[in-house]
Nanobody, 123 residues
Framework: QVQLVESGGGLVQPGGSLRLSCAGSGRTLTWYAMGWFRQAPGKEREFVAAISWNGGSTSYADSVKGRLTISRDNSKNLVYLQMNNLKPEDTAVYYC????????????????WGQGTQVTVSS
């Protein structure tokens, strides 16, 4: 069993930056591909970014390409989401998830989820 805890959310102005962190416990995250998802009010949860077990491959939603970057530090059991040039439409609760695979398989959903961290982009 993997427990995930997100942190780093907050209020930021448009064009600003935030870095989200996802801390794993219970098991090493090395055995899992990891992903970030988000859910805005009144909308379904959507995929944001994913990274393979060793960071060798990443994938992004088209809406965040060039602005958000996923990375991981397996020695610290952490996964990050660097968010730059934030827009109001990025406002959402952000969740990290652990896949039951080393690589991300298209269309797959994580088996483990964190509780989420709120990101609000507003002037």
């Amino acid at each position: 069993q993997v427990q995930l805890v997100e942190s780093g959310g907050g209020l930021v102005q448009p064009g600003g930056s935030l870095r989200l962190s996802c801390a794993g416990s219970g098991r090493t995250l090395t055995w899992y591909a990891m992903g970030w998802f988000r859910q805005a009010p009144g909308k379904e949860r959507e995929f944001v970014a994913a990274i393979s077990w060793n960071g060798g491959s990443t994938s992004y939603a088209d809406s965040v390409k060039g602005r958000l970057t996923i990375s991981r530090d397996n020695s610290k059991n952490l996964v990050y989401l660097q968010m730059n040039n934030l827009k109001p439409e990025d406002t959402a609760v952000y969740y990290c998830g652990a896949y039951l695979s080393l690589e991300v398989v298209g269309g797959a959903s994580p088996a483990y989820w964190g509780q989420g961290t709120q990101v609000t982009v507003s002037s």
